[in-house]
């Protein structure tokens, strides 16, 4: 993606529900944990680093393009260019990890998540989001980069794998799955990108209803994406 691509995608990430409303969960997992040291790795143009310096966090945006770099520090966010497979951090320095829509464009999965677990002090948090389900799987997702759509069993595996404690597991985006379905299995020669400019009054009422799952209890069923909070053991 050039250096443009990445700031259109911002330009579009400050005023979207898709992004907004992720920015929200994160908000709301930070309630309750003490401000500390703080990596959002992928972070591209570090819209949720800016959540997490904004609730007191000494925050750093990871980002793999050159370009994206670029754009998280024009916006002023403190960033550096590195590859996640091998994270210029020491062990046990970092209090949080944020990797949302990260894990699916790495191949090897395992040696990031061993690397997140490294660098995790003792009783830090590691907060993930991964799109779900490969039934859902389309011209987005391979034009968007992704190796894989997880499962719960797959992405617990993985994190568990990498000796950290799950304290929740959700998934979200519940009420449009069927939308969203739709369209991947009828639009993919229309579009090959879920996240575009639909207008204000969709993007208004896409907002109402994907705003309306934090009131509903429906984390069980099947999503769009799945959330996790793991903890790095405190011994």
Request: proline share 4%; no cysteine; aromatic share 2%.
């Given at each position: 993606m050039d250096l443009d691509a990445i700031k259109t995608t911002v330009d579009l990430e400050d005023r979207h529900w898709w992004f907004k409303?992720?920015?929200?969960?994160?908000?709301?997992?930070?309630?309750?944990?003490?401000?500390?040291?703080?990596?959002?790795?992928?972070?591209?143009?570090?819209?949720?680093?800016?959540?997490l310096r904004d609730h007191g966090?000494?925050?750093?945006?990871?980002?793999?393009?050159?370009?994206?770099?670029?754009?998280?520090?024009?916006?002023?966010?403190?960033?550096?260019?590195?590859?996640?497979?091998?994270?210029?951090?020491?062990?046990?320095?970092v209090d949080l990890v944020v990797a949302f829509d990260v894990l699916?464009?790495?191949?090897?999965?395992?040696?990031?998540?061993?690397?997140?677990?490294?660098?995790?002090r003792p009783g830090g948090t590691f907060l993930a989001a991964v799109p779900c389900d490969m039934t859902l799987w389309s011209a987005h997702d391979v034009a968007s980069g992704h190796f894989r759509r997880y499962t719960r069993d797959t992405l617990r595996d993985l994190v568990?794998?990498?000796?950290?404690?799950?304290?929740?597991?959700?998934?979200?985006?519940?009420?449009?799955?069927?939308?969203?379905?739709l369209r991947r299995r009828h639009g993919e020669a229309e579009?090959?990108?879920?996240?575009?400019?639909?207008?204000?009054?969709?993007?208004?009422?896409?907002?109402?209803?994907?705003?309306?799952?934090?009131?509903?209890?429906?984390?069980?069923l099947p999503g769009v994406s799945l959330m996790l909070r793991a903890r790095a053991p405190s011994h």
């Open positions: 409303e992720r920015r929200h969960l994160i908000a709301q997992e930070l309630r309750g944990l003490r401000p500390g040291r703080a990596l959002d790795i992928g972070a591209a143009g570090g819209g949720n680093t800016r959540v966090w000494t925050a750093a945006a990871v980002e793999y393009a050159h370009e994206g770099a670029v754009v998280a520090r024009q916006r002023g966010v403190n960033a550096l260019q590195a590859d996640a497979l091998a994270l210029p951090v020491g062990g046990g320095l699916e464009h790495i191949e090897d999965d395992a040696t990031v998540m061993a690397e997140i677990a490294r660098i995790l568990a794998g990498a000796g950290l404690e799950i304290e929740a597991l959700w998934s979200w985006n519940v009420l449009l799955r069927p939308v969203v379905k579009s090959a990108n879920d996240v575009e400019d639909s207008g204000p009054l969709v993007n208004a009422a896409l907002s109402m209803i994907v705003r309306a799952e934090r009131r509903l209890p429906i984390k069980t």
